[in-house]
């Protein structure tokens, strides 16, 4: 049961259309690969999600998140707890059944099979920040040499900026994550005051710039704080830009 007296739910139908197809495409990969797995959780209230948020915090048991009650994924229904099988249809919960099942869902699994069908292939545009670690870790399990695939990534998370340090990732597309969001709060604020008019064909563009990070660049940008700087790099940052 729930903090409110709900049941807990497991019921994938209360997840958005874009999770469901994303769920069913995860547990067709895994059969393929002998995985089997049930569903735990799948939408929460914010209630349920604070009050799993303070396990091993405020309240008895393990710490098994880091996201408080409205900010979790859960919460949006876009998120499923599983709980990996063995072939008998008993509770597996050793770290390398998860992790067999991570793999396939991170995408290395399915981006190793994709280079084996189609060898051709010359480039991965990875569009999420998490996304290069997993390319290059589908490359790598495909068999490819590093670097034989390009792999286009964004943002500046530490594994893209490792790559582009190693050659293995070709460029990145960094955002002023600081600006998208002040210009979000500022343009909501102003239409809240009623000072926000847009443009003459509807709502106005804001250009905001960003940066291709290579690695003729990297330390360039670091520099100007354009980039986050990782623990240990070689030099020091400029300025206080923030985390």
């Not at 139908?13 to 999770?19: A, K």
């Not at 999600?49 to 091993?56: N, T």
């Amino acid at each position: 049961m729930g903090p409110e007296g709900r049941e807990v739910t497991a019921d994938p139908r209360l997840l958005t259309i874009d999770t469901q197809a994303a769920l069913a495409a995860l547990q067709e990969a895994c059969a393929d690969r002998g995985l089997r797995f049930s569903i735990l959780s799948t939408q929460r209230t914010c209630a349920e999600q604070d009050a799993i948020y303070a396990q091993g915090r405020t309240a008895p048991g393990n710490i098994v998140t880091q996201a408080r009650g409205c900010v979790s994924w859960h919460v949006l229904s876009r998120a499923i707890d599983v709980q990996p099988l063995r072939a008998d249809g008993t509770p597996d919960s050793s770290p390398e059944a998860y992790r067999a099942i991570a793999d396939v869902a991170k995408g290395k699994t399915l981006i190793a099979d994709a280079l084996k069908k189609h060898p051709e292939t010359q480039c991965i545009v990875a569009l999420w920040s998490y996304s290069a670690g997993v390319a290059l870790g589908g490359i790598e399990q495909s068999g490819k040499k590093p670097g034989e695939v390009k792999v286009i990534a964004f943002d500046e998370s530490p594994e893209t900026q490792a790559g582009i340090e190693a050659g293995t990732v070709q460029a990145s597309i960094v955002q002023d994550q600081y600006r998208i969001g002040y210009e979000a709060v500022r343009v909501l604020a102003s239409a809240v005051r009623g000072l926000e008019q847009g443009g003459p064909t509807g709502p106005r563009m804001i250009y905001l710039p960003v940066h291709v990070l290579r690695q003729d660049n990297l330390e360039d940008l670091r520099a100007q704080n354009r980039v986050r700087r990782l623990e240990g790099s070689s030099t020091q940052p400029a300025g206080g830009r923030g985390t």
